[in-house]
Every structure is written in structure tokens, then in C-alpha cells.
């Protein structure tokens, strides 16, 4: 069971490296690219970096990936896949094609899903 579920949190952010498909992310673009939003998203990575904890470590220790070690978080496989920005990981993280579990806004807010985009993005370049 244990095992089960390492690898569907595994294929979590799998498919945030592969895939994109949310309709949630609209109101969140803005504030994003807002010029005073720098200051917010410092805060967002550090809370980023505990929900990653709670929720995609199990799956991605240091931003790899326990189930397919060619699918890994890190900024070279990201851009590779066409992951470049927080948005394009919560998609996948709302709507995985994979193994990976799929995080809705009931499971995970759209801020968390955010603060876990935006750690990643900035912590596994």
C-alpha cells in the first residue's frame, strides 16, 4: 500500500513534467506577473516548500523521481517537456495523463498548488 502510493505521488509531478491542461490557473496568472508580486512569492516558496514536503517528496526526493528517473523535476527536463512556469506544473498536477495522482482544488487550493509551483520551479533548476 505504502508502496502504491509513493508511486502515485511519484507520477504526480511525472506528469507535471509532461503534460498541461488546468482551467484554475487564469486568476492566479496575474498576480504572478504582477511587479510586486516578488515579495509574495518568497512567501508562497517557503510555504511551497512545505507542502512539496507533505504532499511530493514521497514521489520526488530531491526533485527526482522514485518511479521514472528520466522524468525528474529539474530545470533541464522541465524546459525540455515545456514547463516553464508555475501554472504550466499546476495543470499537470490537476489534470495528470500518467500514474500520478491528481491534486483538485479540493484535495489541494489553488494558492498551494501555486506555493508547490512556484518551489519547484525555483529550487530544482
Known amino acids: 500500500m505504502l508502496w502504491r502510493m509513493a508511486k502515485l505521488c511519484v507520477l504526480l509531478l511525472v506528469s507535471t ?3 498541461t ?3 484554475r490557473d487564469e486568476p492566479q496568472k496575474p498576480a504572478a ?3 510586486t508580486s516578488a515579495p ?3 512567501g508562497a516558496v517557503r510555504d511551497g516548500e512545505a507542502l512539496f514536503k507533505q504532499y511530493c ?3 520526488h526526493p530531491d526533485g527526482g523521481n522514485a518511479s521514472d528517473p528520466k522524468r525528474t523535476l529539474h530545470g533541464s527536463v522541465l ?3 515545456h514547463i516553464s512556469t508555475p501554472e504550466d506544473i499546476v495543470r499537470i498536477m490537476r489534470n495528470p495523463l500518467s500514474r500520478m495522482i491528481r491534486f483538485d482544488a479540493s484535495a489541494l487550493s489553488d494558492k498551494d498548488a501555486q506555493a508547490i509551483a512556484e518551489y519547484v ?3 530544482f533548476r
Open 17 to 19: 513534467v509532461t503534460l
Open 21 to 23: 491542461a488546468c482551467s
Open 33 to 35: 506577473s504582477a511587479p
Open 40 to 42: 509574495d512569492t518568497q
Open 57 to 59: 517528496s514521497s514521489c
Open 79 to 81: 524546459k525540455s517537456n
Open 121 to 123: 520551479l525555483k529550487t
